[in-house]
Nanobody, 121 residues
Framework: VQLQASGGGLVQAGGSLRLSCAVSGRTRSSYGVGWFRQPPGKERKFVAAISWSGTTTYYADSVKGRFTISRDNAKNTIYLEMNSLKPEDTAVYYC???????????????WGQGTLVTVSS
């Protein structure tokens, strides 16, 4: 399974960005995809996740109401729409594939390379 994250960039506080995660080689055991982020010098943490069926979504409290995760099964792509961005959203954003209904980082098997989001104040 390979994941390719894209869409990062520099945006002013209050602005929006949409990240994409293209997934190739998806297996039948794949349950869904999650987004994680790692601010400079800090640990990587969960942001949002969605099942490939689209019936289940999870969000970290810090992004609820501002970020929306969605999927396009025909394109094997997961999106993360980020609105009302804050400087504390600055991080490298990673997407990852999991076989489980989970937000736990250690239960994600395959990872993309990450895309940098910088929010200026």
């Amino acid at each position: 399974v390979q994941l390719q994250a894209s869409g990062g960039g520099l945006v002013q506080a209050g602005g929006s960005l949409r990240l994409s995660c293209a997934v190739s080689g998806r297996t039948r055991s794949s349950y869904g995809v999650g987004w994680f982020r790692q601010p400079p010098g800090k640990e990587r943490k969960f942001v949002a996740a969605i099942s490939w069926s689209g019936t289940t979504t999870y969000y970290a409290d810090s992004v609820k109401g501002r970020f929306t995760i969605s999927r396009d099964n025909a394109k094997n792509t997961i999106y993360l729409e980020m609105n009302s961005l804050k400087p504390e959203d600055t991080a490298v954003y990673y997407c990852a594939d999991t076989r489980f209904q989970t937000t736990q980082i250690h239960e994600y098997d395959y990872w993309g390379q990450g895309t940098l989001v910088t929010v200026s104040s």
